[in-house]
């Protein structure tokens, strides 16, 4: 099989890496800008931060996530990679799905609880302690779910 789905194994690897460059990028340039909204304990540019941080993640995580699940599925197949027994291939998909569980199960929530926290401080003028002990927590898992993504990229890359 030298297609899949009308793609050759060069295209969907182009696939691939635009979706790790999505998904990776967003991640990481998103927690950057939004730390730095959070610190300047300015309701209104959090609130702002807060609601890019929801859009960015549906269009560009989201769609990083969607990339590269498709077309891994596709490299695995041309590649010969499926039967192969290849265990950096193994770990790399349980850190994609830990990583995913942390997302789906911590973070996700965080951000629709500050997101409609952020509604009303907006309005308010005061963030609660709530919306900051949240966003501790928002930056520690979300720094060891990207620093499995990392992992990942590097198993990835290297196929140790």
Not at 6 to 14: G, I, P, Q
Not at 100 to 121: D, K, N, Y
Not at 152 to 158: D, G, P, Q, R, V
């Amino acid at each position: 099989m030298d297609t899949f789905l009308l793609f050759d194994y060069t295209h969907w690897l182009v696939i691939h890496l635009v979706g790790v460059v999505l998904f990776v990028g967003n991640v990481t340039v998103t927690a950057v800008w939004k730390v730095f909204a959070d610190r300047t304990h300015h309701p209104a540019t959090i609130a702002f931060a807060q609601r890019l941080v929801t859009y960015t993640d549906w269009v560009f995580t989201f769609g990083g996530v969607v990339l590269v699940l498709v077309s891994g599925i596709a490299l695995m197949i041309l590649g010969g990679w499926w039967t192969a027994g290849a265990a950096w291939l193994w770990w790399g998909i349980g850190l994609f799905v830990v990583a995913g569980l942390m997302w789906l199960v911590v973070l996700i929530p965080i951000q629709i609880r500050q997101a409609r926290m952020a509604l009303r401080f907006e309005q308010d003028g005061e963030v609660p302690p709530a919306y900051r002990r949240l966003a501790l927590r928002w930056l520690w898992v979300g720094i060891v779910a990207t620093g499995l993504a990392a992992v990942n990229l590097y198993l990835m890359i290297a196929k140790p």
